[in-house]
Structures are given as C-alpha cells and as structure tokens.
C-alpha cells in the first residue's frame, strides 16, 4: 500500500456496530473472562489490553499508523512531543553516558540537555548542522546517541540525515531524529539509518490547532523500552487525542501538498521584496542547503523565515501590524502563524547565541497555513509597510 492509502486504511478492527469511521475507545481498563486469562495477560505471556496507561485501541491505531508512515516496526505514543523527547533520552541514556546533539533543536529540548541531563549525571555535546566534519571531534568513549532535528525551529537548518547516519553508524551511536517540521510526508529518516524518530504531533499531524500529542517510531525492540518507561511513569496520550490524531492523519497528505505550495509561492513571493534581506525556505535554490532538502525532502515544508533588513523593532512592528495571520506559539496550523524570535521565544538568550542557531534580530518565521494564498501574501504585504 501506498503512503496515502496506509494514512486512511489503518484502522482499528471494526466492532459489532459495523462503523465505517474509526470509533474511540474511552476506557482506562478493560475486562477479563476469568482469572486464567487475567493471569496470563498480566504475565506477559497472552497480548491484550489491561489498562490504559500502557495500551488503549485508539491509541495503538495511532501507533500503527504512524509506525507504517515512517516505514518502521513499531511506534509509542506519548502525551506531548516533548514527553517522547523526554522518553527517549531517559530510555537509553543513563549516569556517565553522553549524548550529541545539533545546537539548532526545539528549545524545550535544548533545556533538557542543558538543564536535566547533567542532574543524572548525562553529559552533552552540541555540534553546528553546517560544519559536519567538526562532528567527529565532539565523540567521547561514552557517547550513546546522536540527535538532530531537521528542517530545525526557527533558523530551517538543513542536516544531511544520509551523512548523519553513517556517522552514528561508524561511532555506533544511537540515531535519533526529531522529523516534526517535515512529517512522514516529506521525509522518511529510517532511510538514512534512523534508530529513533520523534514527532510532535501536536504541529502538522493534528494540522489544526487542536490536540497536544507526541510520538516515537522505531525497531519493536527501542520501542518496548521507551514503552516500558512510558508503562511506569504515565505519559500516556489521551484517547480523545488519539482519535483526533489518528484521524488526522488521513488528511495528512493532502494538507501538507497544500503548505507546501502555499509556503514556496510565499518564499519566491518575499524573494524579491525591499524591506527583507534574506528569505530562507528550504526548496529556494538560494537556501545553503538547497540540494541536501531536494535529496532528503519531498517538498520544502510549510515554514519560511525571513529577515527584515530593519532588525528588532521593524519586527516587533511587522507583529503589531499583522490582521489576518495569528501571533501565535503554534505551528503546522491551517491558520498561518507569524512569530518573531527575537523578541519573544529566544529573547532571554545573547545575541551571539542566538546567532549560532540562525536567529538574527529581524527574523520572522510564518508557519504558511491553508488560507488562499493571495490572502496570506496580502496580510504580510501590508504589514510590511
Ligand atoms: C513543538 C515541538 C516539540 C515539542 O512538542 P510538544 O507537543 O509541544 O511537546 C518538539 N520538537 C519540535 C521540532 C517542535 O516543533
């Protein structure tokens, strides 16, 4: 089956009801004929639901989806992205191990290897998407894993995954991919040797605002033990965002067409715009990484960034003047989005920090929604002055 007919006909087996759509399953246990059959199952040794917190039908339809979306075995779905970053890293790593990671990752992320990792003992090591060759200086005796993100948030940072997972390979390290800016749509990290990949789904898969929701895809063997931590410690999704999820995902594809092509009219729109510097979308022949994203990506994604020439306060501006677009912490929306870094999710770092991670003063990043193009230009046009 093709990646489109997987998205709609995965489904959980269908009850004595003969319902045509996806039913959700409410329960937090569910029932045993005997004590035999309650035996066995909490033995491990019959597979069935037992409660909740470990497996629920809505959620496993989710999983399943997911797990044949990015062309892996299996897949565990958490209450929020950041509870599936979080799984993964308590998962595998513990005292005295060592993670790399690229600098360009989700600030909540870049928290926990700043902040939390050192607290049990974990150390980390950041690295620049650009200069890979610097990578192999940054490998210690204990390192376990390498994780990247690509497209990254905001800067739209390109890593070469095929590049990436040689180099796990060789240094026998973990590979762990968080492919939320790109969905399963655009590109499929298990092709390039991913052991792990995460999602937000929370951003494009749920693609409408709604629900927050997290998951991770991998072999059946990495995907019990992040299940198992997931069984004791309860970052269980819910089953009503598992529903709204699952169910998402059969629009996946169509949607994501449509970003996408809003978002590279809009890039090639701004391309030639006076009050902007620079204009960054991945499938622009003009962004640094231009080819790696035509290798890897299937199209460039539903985020462009740009630079206005007039730094901080032209972008603090460009927000107060926007009418129809939303200033909003979101992203993957059908409503396009407008946030300017700067002054608000990196302004407690420096300025050359933010640097590192391509954030410049007059950055702004458009999540491009489902609006018609002409509306969305139009808004940002004027808000341009
Ligand atoms: C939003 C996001 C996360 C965190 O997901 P939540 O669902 O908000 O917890 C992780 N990684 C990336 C790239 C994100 O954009």
Known sequence: MKFE?????????QTQH??????????????????????????????????????????????LKMAALEGVEDAVSMASGMSGVFGTLMTFLGQGDHIIASR??????????????PKWGIEYTFVDSNRMEDWEKAVQSNTKMLFVETPSNPGLDIIDLEKAGAFAKTHQLLFVVDNCFATPYLQQPARFGADIILHSATKFIDGQGRVLGGVACGSHESIDEIRRFGRNTGPTLSTFNAWI????????HV?????????????KHLSHHSQISKVNYPFLESHPSYDIAKKQMKL??????????????KGIQFLDR???????????????????????T????????????????????????????????????????
């Open 5 to 13: 007919t997987k998205a709609i006909r995965i489904q959980t087996e």
């Open 18 to 63: 003969r319902e045509h759509s996806t039913p959700i399953f409410p329960t937090s246990s569910y029932t045993f004929k005997n004590a035999e059959q309650m035996r066995s199952m909490f033995a491990g040794e019959q597979e069935g639901n037992i409660y909740s917190r470990f497996t629920n039908p809505t959620c496993r339809e989710f999983e």
């Open 104 to 117: 360009a990752i989700f600030g909540s992320t870049y928290q926990v290897l700043l902040n939390w990792l």
């Open 245 to 252: 999820l699952t169910k998402s995902l059969e629009t996946l």
């Open 255 to 267: 949607r994501l067409d449509r970003h996408c092509e809003n978002a590279l009219n809009l890039a």
């Open 300 to 313: 460039g994604g539903g985020l462009v960034t740009f630079e206005l020439k007039d730094g901080i306060e």
């Open 322 to 344: 926007i009418k129809m677009c939303t200033l909003s912490a979101n992203l993957g929306d059908t409503r396009t989005i407008v946030t300017h870094p700067a002054s608000t």
């Open 346 to 385: 990196h302004a407690k770092l420096t300025e050359s920090a933010r640097q590192e991670v391509s954030i410049t003063n007059g950055l702004i990043r458009v999540s491009v929604g489902l609006e018609h193009i002409d509306d969305i230009i139009a808004d940002i046009e004027q808000a341009l002055g």
